[in-house]
């Protein structure tokens, strides 16, 4: 059993940036697909990023694409979510999934989620 924890949410002003983080309780050498969600208050959640196991293949929702970049480091036990040029429709929480086999964005059914962190972007 893995456990997932995410940080680095907060608040931050329009055009800043953010990095958070997803802390694995193992290696992430056995899981293929590592994907981040969000959730905006009053909509349903949104896959926003995936990448494989080896970082080769990275796939963005048109929300966020330019501006999000997605990574891992599997020895490290992390996976990354590097957020610039913020708007105030990216506020919500922010979740981290893994899973041992290939992946279709927005996809909700992951091995493992972790619980959320929230980025809030102020105007």
């Known amino acids: 059993q893995i456990k997932l924890v995410e940080s680095g949410g907060g608040l931050v002003q329009s055009g800043g940036s953010l990095t958070l983080s997803c802390a694995a309780s193992?290696?992430?050498?056995?899981?293929?697909?590592v994907a981040w969600s969000r959730q905006a208050p009053g909509k349903e959640r949104e896959g926003i990023s995936f990448i494989n196991r080896i970082s080769t293949e990275t796939r963005y929702a048109d929300s966020v694409k330019g501006r999000f970049t997605i990574s891992r480091d599997n020895d490290k036990n992390m996976a990354y979510l590097q957020m610039n040029n913020l708007k105030p429709e990216d506020t919500g929480v922010y979740y981290c999934?893994?899973?041992?086999?290939?992946?279709?964005?927005?996809?909700?059914?992951?091995?493992?989620w972790g619980k959320g962190t929230l980025v809030t972007v102020s105007s």
């Open positions: 193992m290696s992430l050498i056995d899981y293929d697909t």
């Open positions: 999934g893994i899973r041992k086999f290939d992946y279709i964005l927005g996809e909700k059914d992951m091995d493992w």
